[in-house]
């Protein structure tokens, strides 16, 4: 089993749809990374999250540490939103030297 | 600041060959690791750094070897390379939970 599981693994949906995309993981963190990666592009990070939520205009991240799980969200979807969003985990420095653990990602895309 | 650099972008080698992947970050971060991203997984740990001097591996180091002479670089070496090796490789840096990512380096062994 994966020490951070993504769903869904594809999504696709319609111009304008509210999106969510789920992370559970299985260790203690220090913070949970969402990241955007275009098709053939670099690697960005969209928000790091200890707890709470953070929001960055039409993006959302939420985190329930007891729950050890956290969602992405996207409203009025763009094409332009069409990428792979990766959830990562990263450890204590004080348990794993500050290791990152990477979710296998998930695909949207968002079609006009 | 130019954050997290790699060269080269793309590399091309035959079986056996050798060769390092240059990594360097300007935001004097301790931390440094190198991953591979392979279709349809997610980014996997080579080998990671949390200063100079001190290196460790992670998650798939075999046939990879990394040394942290200095704050700011981090190169990976492929010692004799195997076509298993084709990926896209990133560097990253990071500094408490932050973390940075270079651009990426798409290497294909034939």
């Known amino acids: 089993k994966n020490e951070v599981e993504q769903s869904p693994q594809n999504l696709t949906a319609q111009e304008g749809e509210f999106i969510t995309i789920n992370c559970s993981y299985s260790?203690?963190?220090?913070?949970l990374h969402w990241l955007q990666q275009h098709p053939g592009g670099g690697i960005v990070s969209l928000f790091m999250?200890?707890?709470g939520k953070k929001k960055h205009g039409r993006l959302i991240a939420t985190i329930n540490i007891q729950e050890k799980h956290s969602s992405l969200h996207i409203t009025a979807s763009h094409p332009r939103d069409s990428a792979v969003y990766t959830c990562?985990?990263?450890?204590?420095?004080?348990?794993?030297?500050?290791?990152?653990?990477f979710g296998d990602g998930t695909t949207l895309t968002v079609k006009p | 600041n130019a954050g997290v650099t790699q060269t080269p972008k793309f590399q091309v080698l035959k079986t056996g060959q050798s060769m390092t992947l240059q990594c360097a970050q300007d935001?004097?971060?301790?931390?440094m690791s190198w991953y591979r991203q392979d279709p349809g997984m997610g980014l996997r740990l080579i080998h990671y750094?949390?200063?100079?001097?001190?290196?460790d591996q992670g998650e798939v180091p075999n046939g990879y070897n990394v040394s942290r002479s200095t704050t700011e670089d981090f190169p990976l070496r492929l010692l004799s390379a195997a076509p298993s090796q084709t990926s896209v490789y990133f560097c990253?840096?990071?500094?408490?939970?932050?973390?940075?990512f270079g651009p990426g380096t798409r290497l294909t062994v034939l």
């Open positions: 990562a985990v990263r450890e204590p420095y004080n348990t794993n030297a500050g290791k990152s653990t």
């Open positions: 260790v203690g963190i220090s913070a």
């Open positions: 999250l200890s707890s």
């Open positions: 935001m004097n971060h301790e931390y």
């Open positions: 750094s949390v200063g100079a001097g001190i290196t």
């Open positions: 990253a840096s990071a500094w408490r939970d932050e973390q940075f």
